[in-house]
């Protein structure tokens, strides 16, 4: 018979990864939302810069980090350093695997910068989560 500890132990792990679960969604609809507005801009402006592709790319992927690490921060109300990299880290892979099966995109310094952009941007949004006051109503 399992003691009540690790049934604690169970609950507790199924309910992280409800968080960082919750937090990948919110940060994968942010991005996509935020890639389409993108695309639309750019097709109604016609002349972008190409070099300028890739950084604003690198951008709302880390808004959609910061938007994540923050759902998970207010979800869990501790440890929103944690749950902020652990969730920002689950969306980097996410984009990163989508676009290395779909788009045949290569490993370059680019996705490392990516990575760390965002596993920042996540942390600070679960930080910034976790201390975010309730109003008492």
């Not at 919750?22 to 940060?27: E, F, K, S």
């Not at 939302?33 to 592709?53: D, E, G, Q, T």
Request: contains cysteine.
């Amino acid at each position: 018979m399992r003691s009540e500890r690790a049934v604690r132990k169970d609950m507790q792990l199924v309910s992280s990864v409800r968080i960082v679960c919750w937090g990948v969604a919110i940060g994968a609809v942010v991005t996509v939302v935020l890639l389409l507005l993108l695309s639309y801009a750019i097709v109604i402006m016609k002349n972008i810069p190409h070099r300028a592709i890739t950084p604003l790319g690198i951008a709302l992927s880390a808004a959609g980090a910061f938007f994540g690490g923050y759902t998970s921060g207010r979800i869990s109300k501790q440890k929103g350093l944690l749950f902020g990299v652990i969730t920002s880290l689950a969306l980097f892979a996410l984009l990163f695997l989508f676009g290395l099966i779909l788009i045949k995109e290569p490993i370059t310094t680019v996705s490392f910068i990516k990575m760390g952009v965002m596993l920042f941007l996540g942390a600070v949004g679960g930080i910034l989560g976790v201390n975010k006051k309730t109003k008492i109503r």
